[in-house]
């Protein structure tokens, strides 16, 4: 139940073209939804994230949009570029009272290659 | 400038040995994080400290300790290196219970032999 899963495992994306990545969660508990972007050999960098309560955000050409009856959400990119090239990961904040603090479950990950 | 570090980069090892990656985060965080990357890119959670206090402890072998001298820095010992360890060990930090948001450092790539 503390499982987020990610897909598609892999994306090719021509330039200029619109990048979606999707996630999926059971536990209603979780309260936060992060998007993160790994660039090779580099570290996981948040990118965009998103509160429950909300149903769409939007930095740039990065939209996240959220389905809570669904359980779902998604990470589009607008205007697909080469340098958006990377490993996506969605995640999930579940909250721990009993040490009060959060923890992030991952999603398995998206490669994305953005083509000339 | 490096809001969080980690040392070293890379670490090659043979099986059986003990060694140790140092973490250090100046952003003035209270709460810090070790994760794993396996070979699938796949990121968990191993430990997460508040304060220099275990708050968060995945049912990871207890061949990895842990430790934090102060809030700024977060250290993982593994002892008796094993196969399976290979992997990419991030360090996070996060503001403290109020923010959500955790930065990651580079990583340390593990590969034991």
């Known amino acids: 139940q503390q499982q987020v899963k990610q897909s598609p495992q892999s994306l090719i994306v021509q330039k200029g073209g619109i990048s979606i990545i999707n996630c999926a969660y059971e536990?209603?508990?979780?309260?936060?939804f992060p998007w993160y972007q790994q660039f090779p050999g580099k570290g996981p960098a948040l990118l965009i994230a998103i509160r429950p309560d909300v149903s769409e955000k939007k930095e740039g050409r990065f939209t996240i949009s959220f389905n809570k009856s669904a359980k779902q959400f998604s990470l589009h990119i607008m205007d697909s570029q080469p340098g958006d090239s990377a490993t996506y990961f969605c995640?999930?904040?579940?909250?721990?009272?009993?040490?009060?603090?959060?923890?992030?479950?991952f999603g398995q990950g998206t490669t994305l290659q953005v083509k000339p | 400038d490096t809001a969080v570090s980690q040392t070293p980069k890379y670490l090659v090892t043979q099986m059986g040995n003990d060694k140790s990656i140092k973490c250090e985060q100046n952003l003035g965080h209270d709460t810090m994080y070790w994760y794993k990357q396996d070979s699938k890119k796949f990121l968990k959670i191993m430990f997460s400290y508040n304060n220099k206090e275990l708050i968060i402890n995945e049912t990871v072998p207890n061949r990895f300790s842990p430790k934090s001298p102060d809030k700024a820095h977060l250290n993982l010992h593994i002892n008796s290196l094993e196969l399976g360890d290979s992997a990419v060990y991030f360090c996070?930090?996060?503001?403290?219970?109020?923010?959500?948001?955790?930065?990651f450092g580079p990583g340390t790539r593990l590969t034991v032999t």
């Open positions: 995640a999930a904040s579940l909250w721990i009272s009993s040490s009060n603090t959060g923890k992030l479950i």
């Open positions: 536990n209603t508990a979780f309260d936060y």
């Open positions: 996070a930090s996060r503001k403290d219970y109020s923010t959500y948001e955790q930065y």
